[in-house]
T-cell receptor, first 113, second 114 residues
Framework: AQSVSQHNHHVILSEAASLELGCNYS??????LFWYVQYPGQHLQLLLK??????LVKGIKGFEAEFIKSKFSFNLRKPSVQWSDTAEYFC???????????FGTGTRLKVLA | ETGVTQSPTHLIKTRGQQVTLRCSSQ?????VSWYQQALGQGPQFIFQ???????GRGNFPPRFSGLQFPNYSSELNVNALELDDSALYLC?????????????FGPGTRLTVL
């Protein structure tokens, strides 16, 4: 069955540290992959998405993600985090066969000032 | 441009009752998706409506049903409520169906089943 795994449930970093959040998926078809973010008190919003082409995808606020097909991974990265990046991050895929979204369980990031 | 709105904000029901949650999509969007988010979990896809037709469905029983109206607003109906239905219910709208268009999420409705 299709699934999305986020192994880091909680991450604590100091400002200026580099960030990498893991996302692995299980799906045999063409993948459409996403990272969403939910800042405290705000709605879920899209950070970036990958459909095809360049496996390195750039999103908003300096985030990027790399699609590695051989590893079934789509990890989120940011070279230098800020206190304002404190949020919950969700990886998701769109099942092009059954027309449904599958979300991971999320990673709570806390950035210490 | 008005964003996605949901009503009510909070709701308390008892087991066995029925509930209707409402969502107004962003202007110009013809697709609405509904999600259930239990505490500490990611959103679970319930279904998607595109131009008033169900377009895709997650692993939810038939007591979860929906409607989309000609103005593209939507309702989620849950019959025979169970304790495990307690969750945050999110609605998201997009310009069209599929994944190519960005989903815009609403604030959610917090449902508590006692």
């Amino acid at each position: 069955a299709q699934s999305v795994s986020q192994h880091n449930h909680h991450v604590i970093l100091s400002e200026a540290a580099s960030l990498e959040l893991g996302c692995n998926y299980s799906y045999g078809g063409t993948v459409n992959l996403f990272w969403y973010v939910q800042y405290p008190g705000q709605h879920l919003q899209l950070l970036l998405k990958y459909f095809s082409g360049d496996p390195l995808v750039k999103g908003i606020k300096g985030f990027e993600a790399e699609f590695i097909k051989s590893k079934f991974s789509f990890n989120l990265r940011k070279p230098s985090v800020q206190w304002s990046d404190t949020a919950e991050y969700f990886c998701a895929l769109w099942d092009t066969g059954t027309y449904k979204y599958i979300f991971g369980t999320g990673t709570r990031l806390k950035v210490l000032a | 441009e008005t964003g996605v709105t949901q009503s009510p904000t909070h709701l308390i029901k008892t087991r066995g009752q029925q509930v209707t949650l409402r969502c107004s999509s962003q202007s110009g969007h013809n697709t609405v998706s509904w999600y259930q988010q239990a505490l500490g979990q990611g959103p679970q896809f319930i279904f998607q409506y595109y131009r008033e037709e169900e377009n895709g469905r997650g692993n939810f029983p038939p007591r979860f049903s929906g409607l989309q109206f000609p103005n593209y607003s939507s309702e989620l109906n849950v019959n025979a409520l169970e304790l495990d239905d307690s969750a945050l219910y999110l609605c998201a709208s997009s310009l069209t169906s599929g994944a190519s268009d960005t989903q815009y999420f609403g604030p959610g409705t917090r449902l508590t089943v006692l």
